[in-house]
């Protein structure tokens, strides 16, 4: 079955550093692969979303991701976190055995951003 | 277009007791969802409908009943809720298709005692 590691629950960063929120997958197929931002008390929210165009994905509020075959890797980065990116960030991934329809969550990590 | 609406948004209920969180969607999207959110464990999907007319188990079934009524309601039924079942509920939907995100409504908090 699929899974998707992320690496630490919470990330620091001081406003203005890069933001850098890691996950990993497995999939014995090419998968389908997402960011969604969850504000306090709201739902979750699309950030991008691999679905083997380009391995470098673009989304809002000026975060991307890149698709790393090699190492099983779909990262979010940004280059200069804004005090409004406090947030708790999902990777999710479909396809390969779960099937395209259903999404497999990781555990989520909490990005704080300090003044 | 309103998107994913749930009600309540929130509910205390006693050990023992039945309810049944409502989800609608305004997408004409085919696949609907129903996820719990616990902290540390990110979201657990609970039973899905890839289409009208169709259900499946997710990851935690037990002690849930859903209905897909029409196209755009989906039904998420506690008949003997349980202080397990404490938890923040989301509906989601998607068009259904090969690499669709899913869309999510604003969740519904519930605590059971």
Redesign the interface.
């Known amino acids: 079955a699929q899974s998707v590691t992320q690496l630490g629950s919470h990330v620091s960063v001081s406003e203005g550093a890069l933001v850098l929120l890691r996950c990993n997958y497995s999939s014995s197929v090419p998968p389908y692969l997402f960011w969604y931002v969850q504000y306090p008390n709201q739902g979750l929210q699309l950030l991008l979303k691999y679905t083997s165009a380009a391995t470098l994905v673009k989304g809002i509020n000026g975060f991307e991701a890149e698709f790393k075959k090699s190492e099983t890797s779909f990262h979010l980065t940004k280059p200069s976190a804004h005090m409004s990116d406090a947030a708790e960030y999902f990777c999710a991934v479909s396809g390969g055995d779960t099937g395209f329809q259903k999404l497999v969550f990781g555990t989520g990590t909490r990005l704080l951003v300090s003044p | 277009n309103a998107g994913?609406t749930q009600t309540p948004k929130f509910q205390v209920l006693k050990t023992g007791q039945s309810m049944t969180l409502q989800c609608a969607q305004d997408m004409n999207h085919n696949?609907m969802?129903w996820y719990r959110q616990d902290p540390?464990?990110?979201?657990?999907?609970i039973y899905?409908s890839?289409s009208e007319g169709t259900t499946d188990k997710?990851e935690v079934p037990n002690g849930y009943n859903v209905s897909r009524l029409n196209k755009r309601e989906f039904s998420l039924r506690l008949e003997s809720a349980a202080p397990s079942q404490t938890s923040v509920y989301?509906c989601?939907s998607?068009p259904?298709?090969?690499?669709?995100?899913?869309?999510?409504?604003?969740?519904t908090r519930l605590t059971v005692l």
């Open positions: 994913v696949s969802y540390g464990m990110g979201l657990r999907l899905y890839a997710g989301f989601a998607s259904g298709t090969s690499g669709n995100e899913q869309f999510f409504g604003p969740g």
